[in-house]
């Protein structure tokens, strides 16, 4: 009798330990990769698609698309190669800058006047 007893209680343990491994694994996977997804987001461009050299006629019918939630606009004037660094001198809007999370480190951007 005291067999089966202590028997009994490893296959108890044996089947808390399976469903343990099998629920916990997992979602500890998914966390990670969903924090994974949250710092990307936070780090980086949060666009999907960029496309080069359009007209104004195709920006508009890009725009009126169903697909396309936001948009903005950029346009690169040139590159300069400086002995420390790369400088990239674009145009953006509004909303370009936030879709490429560009921030000023100082000063302002010119107004219209």
Known sequence: MR????KNI??????ILTTLL????PSIGK???EVNFAVINKIYPTWHALYRNVDESTVMKLAAHHDVKTYGLRSDAGYMNLEDA???MMYMDRTGMEL???KLKEGQLPQKE
């Open 3 to 6: 067999h089966y007893k202590s």
């Open 10 to 15: 490893l296959i108890g343990i044996a089947i």
């Open 22 to 25: 099998l629920f916990v694994i």
């Open 31 to 33: 966390d990670m990769v």
């Open 86 to 88: 790369t400088v990239s």
């Open 100 to 102: 490429y999370k560009v």
